[in-house]
């Protein structure tokens, strides 16, 4: 017992030069640092020591306990050191070990140095470190909080969805995200609306899609990203699924491929309709002449009559075309929803059958930057739709003007956005041709009756204003068409300013 202390004291000139040589291994500042603070304690840490080895009393001893750790806190500026008091006690028994080898036996000094043999120190070391090791403690249960509130504030505050589930693959916890995103609380997410049909199994991580069920019967289209969390001995603890709705992005790039399918067939109709215009001038003004030439109420008349009613049929036709294919561009002015829809009114009863009902109800009122010739046709096409869809046994048609955002729209407009709704009472869209109303020359009339391009010139002149449109139908029910126009800004609402306008 007594050897192996002994022997830690008896060699002070190697145990001396272990230190400095560590050190200049070391070679970097905080190094330098730590031992100076040795350096600085070093003289009084040795008076203690000697003053303990050298007494019998136990209240020398006490006294000498406490001084010790008064002079360790004295350290705790630059942060807990356990190493560098183990090494502060080390280097005082070393220097009086050296002091005390050649005392005479039965001396206080021989009697010290057989004390610090037998480790009769170690209280002194103990109370050396205890007040680094309580600082260290402190360190480490503050900076474990911190880690904590931290990852507590991104599981709350994230918009990510994030589900922990059990190693048995049932839900163990959701963030407010989930719960925003699908109506559930935590306790009914936890309960079982957070359970996954095909709950992840295994160590490894991965990645998956599908939908999540909302308290309100629908869903969302998540995209999750699935990582195991494993513990000190490789144990599988938890899953953690961290999921983004992808069901707005779906929608955003469906709607740009539409627009890219409604761009390539717009040049396309362009082209045929300006071609097709030069030769319809010809057609219809040789009509014309003609007509003129022939003797009224003749055979020949009747048939140059019908020959420009078609041409004029056809030149109605040019005109949709050429305001699907936006080849003239919209004379924008502002305007109030109250003022637009109060002008086309009288258009639009025109259109209807005398059997259907309009009403037309501004909810809240807004300022618009449109052609309004553009969007009355916009109107028109929309209102001529919903007569047909209810047909003569008749119907109501109702059009409600306020503000809301549409859900295509991939980002908020700076200003807000203006809703026009369209609803009627008629037999409604299926829902497997929803997707394809707004496409060039679609339509489900009898052939002769439609020309397929109300809808989709409608969609190309309210896309040219920046807007959107959107359907709602239900078979058996009715539809409703919402147009969505960004509200003006103040800029667009004063007008040019005098320095802007052209000379006179």
Partial sequence: MGARPGAAVRAPAAAGRTGPRRCRRAGDADGGRLMDRVDALLPRYVELLRRTALTDGELERETALGDATELAKTSLADGPA??????LHRRAQVALAQDWRDAPAGSAEHAGLERLVRGDALPMLLALMLPHELAERTHHEQRWRREHETLVAMFEQTDELIVVLDVDGQCDDVNPAFCRATGWTRRQAVEGAGAWPDPPRGTKPGRRSGPVACSDGSSLTVEWSISPIL??????????CIGRDIGRQQRLEDSLRENDKLRAVATLAGGIAHDFNNLLGSINGLAELCELEAVPGSRQARNLGRIRLAGDKAAALVRQMLDFSRQKPPAPQCTGLREWLEHAEGLLRA?????????????QDSIVRIDLVQMEQVLLNIVRNAAQAMGP???????????????????????????VRISDTGSGIPAELLGKIFEPFFTTKPVGEGTGLGLAAAHGIVSAHGGAIEVDSEAGVG????????????AAMAG?????????
């Fill in 82 to 87: 356990l190493d560098q008091m183990h090494e």
């Fill in 231 to 240: 513990g000190r001995k490789g144990e599988l603890l938890n899953h953690v």
């Fill in 351 to 363: 259109a209807i059958p005398h059997q259907q009902t309009l009403a037309v109800e501004v909810e």
């Fill in 393 to 419: 046994q008749g119907g109501r048609i109702r059009i409600r003007a306020d503000r809301a955002q549409p859900a295509t729209a991939e980002t908020a407009a700076a200003t807000g956005w203006a809703r």
């Fill in 479 to 490: 539809s409703t068409f919402s147009i969505f126009l960004p509200l003006a800004d103040a």
């Fill in 496 to 504: 040019p300013s005098p320095a802007a306008a052209p000379p006179g």
